[in-house]
């Protein structure tokens, strides 16, 4: 199974980029894992947050396929703690899934569209992110559940 994480607009700090770059490294031991950026939207303050959600939405669509399970990293989503994520990542990858996309959208959230073709919605905190951080928390989120479920020593409980 490939986990995908979609995500809309560039990371612009070198730090933040550093880190992103050793989870995914690490995750490479575990899974087949890819982090693919919607560029940002050209004269985005000429459009309306619905007509940004919009123009988003059409091109986080154009990254699934039918067959892909799409998960929201979305505010009003289900909360887990990490061993029930990884619980959450074990149920998934069992039921023989080819690819399973995280999403994280832009500024104002998701269009109808997206939320229509989402097939789970999670929240990773009730506080609010940039969505740059949030890139690096589900990362390494992720990381942390493929250890858990390997029985490493990364998390403790």
Do not use: W
């Given at each position: ?27 490479g ?26 123009k ?16 929201l ?23 023989g ?22 097939n789970?919605?999670i ?35």
């Amino acid at each position: 199974m490939t986990i995908k994480l979609v995500c809309v607009g560039k990371t612009d700090s070198a730090q933040l980029k550093s880190l992103l770059t050793t989870y995914e490294k690490r995750l490479g031991f575990y899974t087949k894992f890819e982090m693919e950026i919607i560029p940002d939207l050209k004269k985005a303050k000429n459009l309306t947050e619905n007509q940004q959600k919009q123009k988003e939405g059409e091109l986080i669509l154009n990254k699934v396929q039918k067959s892909d399970f799409v998960v929201l990293l979305d505010e009003n989503g289900k909360e887990f703690n990490s061993i029930q994520f990884s619980e959450y990542i074990q149920k998934r990858m069992n039921s023989g899934l080819k690819q399973l996309i995280f999403i994280i959208g832009g500024p104002y959230g998701f269009s109808p569209e997206v939320y229509e073709r989402a097939n789970a919605k999670i929240a990773l905190s009730r506080l609010t992110f940039s969505h740059q951080m949030v890139r690096l928390f589900f990362i390494e989120q992720l990381y942390r559940a493929f250890t858990i479920l390997k029985n490493e020593p990364y998390h403790h409980q």
